[in-house]
């Protein structure tokens, strides 16, 4: 079959009305998470996951992917209306978009931030589809070293792409993949670390340590300091940009695209870092770079665009390495994995139907979120003015919800509270909660790499050197590594971090 | 911040030296041929050393420098934060014994009052409602199978 034809019967999926219905539904609780601060796509994605055990494969991954860019969309409502971002990768809108709303531009600022955002999207997904499968190709020839380097360069990419300081995203990795041993050793069997608890055998699930890290912290902190939204009172006009809009804005939207895209494909690049990657090229390039953070629609235009294309761009590494690139999508492989699916080169071979009707309800997503999500940006307002103290409980009881169904027990509720405990703590001590939890999900792949490489040479280390493409990622992992050290890098990561905070 | 940053540091180290003497009683195997205690081996001496650098540079880091001066620990609503936390434990240890419906109703109550204290009743007519709309949706829908407790509901 060629492209065509896979796309063809990938629309044949993706347009039948069981997941028409489901990534309408994704699309817009996914937007609803982005326009409520408080609760991420990774900690909505998280709480969906056991619900996900009823629905086929093909479409849980449609409703979940949908939730993912979908909160793209619906992150800059809160940046531009309330100043507040609903999301992370909305944090640069804030700058340019609640000055806009401010000057009574609220309009033409969330008509660009949508627009830009299905460009972006829709581009993005053209980029997966072109280039996912050959990069597929040439994974399936990967052994266990070259999973190695993989794993070691996504890691070092991952601590590397952080925010704020470098030893802490560091201890935080090494605490996630400490974490990772807990259970039975793959190789004998025996028990490690489990303190003789029959719960522990099988590891630690990796549905409460999501739950508890990205939605039970997030609800702690905001007990403890509560979320003050004042939205703007402006009468929301005018959503399509004029022509003044349009040529201001079309550099940034294709900046955007392509800077998106290509941090999103990176493991370890993530939306956050595409928009304020964004952001400062557009004030590089800009004529008038003073003018940005007084209400300039390119400041909008581009970091809007290039969260939405990274979101598309991080299914690549998931779909043609199997392995996550960021926290979102290493939920997604959760999905795969409650559905007895490995993402991967593989995956794309043997279950063709499944890659391609994914890919191409990302197009039916990107349409449904222009066409719905402008004209109910009124709705979005209105849900804006939920009370937090109304909205807490209810987070907390599909966090409770979702851990107790993983496996129908109260041990993994109390897993999920003790790790929303260890995220609170995290968090209030600067700690990147990313990192341990990505670290926590390549540990395994890791270990399992290494033991397998030196069985494969029979002990021999030389097998990392020998194969050039292993040699090739571990050698880029240590340059990316000790570039870190360098004062440059360092400077700019807390620049990053200070910016973000 | 300083303070709390080297208690930080300590809890780190003593976690990793736990996480080395742990992983010494399982069979470490050899260099090229690892067992199972290998990588938390590794693992633990990385975190220690991780864990001691970040104390040494706590103590080093001139006070301009500190990124952040005052203690994270929040001064306010702190026992509203302690109250949800316990209220969670609580309903884990009781799940079980009360079923769900009457340990979720009993939790929410809480919560709701912990967001906005108000009159009683307001708020159990919240919880109820809150706790049968996700009855009726995960439990009859979606047929998640919850503890049906001593009540036997």
């Known amino acids: 079959m060629d492209l065509i034809q896979y796309i063809l019967a990938g629309f044949q999926i993706s347009l039948q009305p069981i997941n028409l219905f489901y ?66 990768a909305a944090v640069v809108t804030c700058l340019d978009g609640y000055q806009m709303a401010r000057k009574g531009r609220a309009g033409p600022a969330l008509g660009i931030s949508a627009i830009g955002s299905f460009i972006g999207g829709t581009l993005g997904v053209l980029g997966l589809m072109l280039l996912a499968p050959p990069m597929g190709r040439v994974a399936r020839e990967f052994g266990a070293p ?41 190789f004998t069997g025996e028990d490690r670390f489990t303190l003789g608890i029959m719960e522990l055998k099988d590891g630690i699930d990796l549905i409460p340590i999501f739950m508890g890290f ?14 003050q939204r004042e939205i703007i009172k402006t009468k929301v006009q005018n959503l399509l940009p004029d022509l003044k809009d349009w040529i201001d804005s079309i550099g940034a939207i294709l900046r955007g695209t392509v800077i998106g895209f290509s941090i999103g494909a990176i493991p370890g690049g993530s939306s956050v870092i595409a928009s304020f990657a964004s952001y400062a090229v557009e004030k590089k390039v800009s004529k008038y770079p003073e003018l940005f953070g007084t ?158 490489s030196l069985i494969i040479s029979h002990g021999s280390f030389l097998i990392f050197i020998t194969r050039p493409i292993c040699a090739g990622f571990l050698t880029a992992a240590l340059v990316i590594f000790l570039s870190n050290l360098l004062p440059f890098f360092k400077e700019k990561r807390e620049v990053l971090g200070r910016e973000e905070s | 911040m300083r303070k709390w940053d080297r208690i930080a540091s300590l809890l780190g180290i003593s976690l990793g030296v736990l996480l080395v003497i742990s992983s010494l009683k399982l069979d470490l195997g050899q260099f090229n041929n690892p067992g199972p205690g290998f990588m938390p081996f590794v693992s633990g001496i990385l975190l220690t050393a991780l864990c001691f650098a970040y104390g040494v540079r706590s103590i080093w880091i001139k006070d301009d420098d500190y990124e ?46 912990v967001g906005e204290p108000g009159k009683w009743i307001i708020i159990g007519i919240k919880a109820a409602l809150t706790v049968l709309a996700t009855y009726i949706v995960f439990g009859k829908w979606l047929m998640i199978q919850f503890p049906k407790g001593f009540l036997g509901v």
């Open chain 1, 295 to 452: 209400g300039v629609i390119k400041g909008v235009a581009g970091p809007e665009t290039a969260n939405n294309a990274a979101a598309q761009g991080a299914f690549i590494p998931l779909f043609a390495l199997g392995i996550p690139s960021n926290v979102v999508i290493a939920l997604l492989i959760g999905a795969f994995m409650l559905h007895g699916i490995r993402p991967g080169p593989l995956m794309m071979e043997q279950q063709p139907d499944l890659f391609w009707g994914i890919v191409t309800s990302m197009y039916v997503g990107n349409a449904m979120l222009l066409v719905f999500n402008l004209p109910m940006i009124g709705v979005w307002v209105q849900i804006l003015r939920v009370p937090y103290k109304t909205l807490f409980p209810l987070i907390l009881l599909f966090c409770l919800i979702g851990a107790y169904s993983v496996n129908y027990s109260a041990f993994d509720v109390a897993i999920m509270i003790i790790f929303g405990m260890i995220g609170y703590v995290f968090r209030k001590m600067g700690f990147e909660g990313a990192p341990l939890v990505l670290a926590f999900i390549l540990g395994s792949m890791l270990e399992n790499a290494l033991r397998q």
């Open chain 2, 68 to 113: 952040k001066k005052e203690s994270p620990w929040p001064r306010e609503n702190w026992e509203k934060l302690i109250g949800v936390l316990v209220a969670l434990f609580l309903f884990t240890f009781l799940l079980t014994t009360l079923g769900y419906l009457l340990s979720i109703f009993l939790l929410m109550i809480f919560l709701f009052w």
């Open chain 1, 214 to 227: 990205f939605g039970v912290s997030e609800v702690l902190m905001n007990v403890e300091r509560p979320i």
């Open chain 1, 23 to 88: 990534c309408l539904l994704g699309v817009v609780f996914g937007t609803l998470i982005g326009v409520l601060p408080g609760i991420g796509p990774a900690g909505a994605i998280a709480l969906l996951l056991p619900v996900s055990f009823h629905v086929p494969p093909v479409s849980t991954i449609i409703l979940l992917a949908g939730i993912y860019y979908g909160a793209m969309y619906g992150g800059s409502t809160t940046s531009i209306l309330v100043n507040i971002p609903g999301e992370a």
């Open chain 1, 146 to 186: 070259e999973y190695l380097g993989l794993v070691c360069l996504g890691l070092t990419l991952l601590i590397y792409l952080g925010r704020g300081s470098f030893l802490k995203s560091l201890i935080s990795a090494v605490v996630g993949l400490s974490l990772s041993f807990i259970g039975q050793d793959m």
